[in-house]
């Protein structure tokens, strides 16, 4: 061996030594721009500041609307005396109103809104249209239309909140296979789903006209969307779905990243488009189903939440987990104004989204078509 060749190979590093100098390399290799690298032994990990600051600062709001749901009413608490009565501490008063009423309200307000706006993000992201939301494509229609008719009597031993799983699911296969052999894409989907879901709400509609009217006060809630004495049984289920279809989104993000650009663009980057879209839907329906189940057909916040996520985020990605939690915020402030306004009388929390959407609906859809996702 010549001095050169044993020279060449003391410089040369052993393979023992090769995945610690790819670790220093990759330490050395700065994170792009707008990311923060987290790294634990040779594991790394790539978080979107701007992504956890948004992430945060809602989770921020959602604390301090959550606090002044807890101590505004007709009988004011003072955030001290609220969080004593959630230990079951202080006021007996204070105790009933808090854990009994203002609570379990104030979780059945997380779920929904959180469950909502995620299935929002879904469709929308699967049409590739800020108008596909469950309620405008008929989802919630549907629900409700099911449910109501558990409810006055047409024969069938499924109570509501089953019931109005099966009506989800029977909508959104209506407005799918309505759209032209499976096409959720553009306009036409919109229009199928719009044109379902006014034939559910006619449904809807017969079924209480042809009852007594204990039946139909009975029924109502289930029209109007209302957090209101919700089962306990069904916001249980519907933390179930959530805490599964929230990890199932998210394992679905960068799937639902690529899956904006065009099918040929998708499908060269490896999706499988057909299955993709197939999950997808089906988890949007369900998380859709279980909202309505509990609070019925809360019309808007699967428009509204995705909407603020988006405007707060980065368009890097699908902000679901920001739109999750901006659904649960808007349920709760919707919720919590409905029980101010016109103390005492409360208004439903489907109204006051119903309120507020409606001229959001109309500032997306006059917004300059440069802005505008389609």
Do not use: K
């Not at 980057?269 to 839907?281: D, E, F, P, T, W």
């Amino acid at each position: 061996m010549s001095e050169t060749q044993i020279s060449d190979t003391l410089l040369m590093p052993s393979r023992a030594d090769a995945p610690r100098l790819e670790a220093g390399a990759a330490e050395r290799i700065a994170p792009p721009p707008g990311y923060w690298r987290l790294a634990r032994g040779e594991r790394h990990l790539l978080v979107e500041r701007r992504a956890l600051l948004v992430g945060l600062l809602l989770l921020g709001l959602l604390a301090a609307a959550s606090l002044a749901y807890l101590c505004l009413g007709q009988q004011s608490l003072s955030p001290a005396g609220a969080w004593a009565a959630l230990r079951g501490e202080g006021d007996p008063l204070a105790g009933f109103l808090v854990q009994e009423l203002r609570f379990p309200r104030l979780l059945a307000a997380w779920l929904t809104g959180a469950a909502l706006a995620l299935a929002g993000c879904l469709m929308q992201t699967l049409a590739r249209n800020r108008l596909a939301t469950p309620g405008i494509i008929g989802i919630d229609n549907g629900a409700t239309a099911f449910a109501v008719a558990s409810v006055v009597g047409l024969g069938v031993s499924l109570a509501p909140p089953a019931m109005a799983l099966v009506g989800a699911a029977t909508a959104a296969a209506v407005t799918f296979g309505v759209a032209t052999g499976g096409d959720t894409r553009g306009y036409r989907f919109i229009v199928a789903g719009i044109g379902v879901g006014a034939v559910f709400g006619a449904i809807t509609q017969l079924l209480l006209a042809r009852v007594d009217i204990d039946t139909a006060n009975q029924a109502y809630p289930w029209t109007v969307g209302t957090l209101n004495a919700r089962p306990g049984g069904a916001v249980a289920v519907l933390g179930i779905g959530l805490a599964i279809g929230w990890p199932l989104a998210m394992a679905l993000a960068r799937s639902l990243s690529l899956m904006r650009f065009s099918d040929a663009v998708a499908r060269g980057l490896g999706v499988g488009l057909r299955r993709r879209r197939a999950q997808i839907l089906g988890l949007s329906v369900l998380l859709t189903a279980l909202a309505v189940a509990v609070a019925g057909p809360v019309g808007m916040v699967g428009l509204i939440g995705p909407e603020i996520a988006r405007s707060l985020s980065t368009s890097r990605g699908v902000p679901l987990v920001a739109s999750a939690l901006a659904g649960a915020l808007v349920m709760v402030l919707a919720d919590l104004t409905g029980r101010l306004l016109l103390a005492p009388i409360e208004l439903p929390v489907g109204i006051v989204t119903a309120v507020v959407g409606g001229p959001w609906l109309l500032w997306i859809l006059m917004r300059p078509a440069n802005r505008r996702v389609s």
